[in-house]
């Protein structure tokens, strides 16, 4: 489903800039030039280390340990060779709750119950915190994962065209 950008609340009352006035793609290209001059200046030093470390026929960096990954504009994750990557909770999972696990609808049909157990979305930051003492601290943790905003554009049906007490709970629950 795709998100209807022209149906989005503006919160932004204040006299700044709008984040769609900041994002937009002419000043992004603007700013990627001036900082890639910056960041070409701090790091050049760096350069003739990958230049020293990579083979011509290999793309493997002996300073990194891994190969480089080739530029893609494929809507997906991508990691070096050798290495994985793995989903450890998506949006909309069931989390545990006995007798109670709604499948996923990707239509976002789903209603603000079944949403209170399954996972939430957006989460984009994960940090485990050791527990116990000595040899206890490492096998014994806990792992916090945030959830740091919600999608009303994906998470309902009608995007935001209208709102109701349903709707608000639903919100709500994501960033719970």
């Known amino acids: 489903m795709a998100k209807d950008y022209s149906q989005m609340e503006d919160s932004n009352t ?54 480089s990954i080739p530029v893609t504009t494929k809507d997906g994750i991508t990691v070096p060779e050798g290495y994985s990557s793995q989903v450890m909770a998506a949006w909309g999972e069931p989390i545990g709750v006995a007798g109670n696990m709604p499948a996923f609808k990707a239509d976002a049909s789903n209603t603000a119950a079944e949403q209170e157990v399954q996972m939430g979305m957006h989460h984009d930051g994960i940090h485990y915190f050791p527990m116990g003492q000595g040899e206890a601290r490492n096998k014994n943790g806990l792992l916090v994962m945030n959830h740091e905003y919600t999608d009303d554009g994906l998470l309902h049906t009608d995007g935001m065209k209208t709102w109701s007490a349903e709707k608000v709970k639903k919100r709500k629950l994501r960033m719970a």
């Open 14 to 67: 204040s006299t700044n800039p709008s984040i769609h006035d900041v994002s937009d793609p002419a000043r992004r290209m603007i700013l990627r030039g001036g900082l890639g001059l910056a960041a070409g200046g701090i790091f050049s030093g760096l350069a003739g280390c990958a230049a020293g470390g990579t083979s011509s026929n290999s793309g493997s960096n002996a300073l990194i340990g891994f190969k």
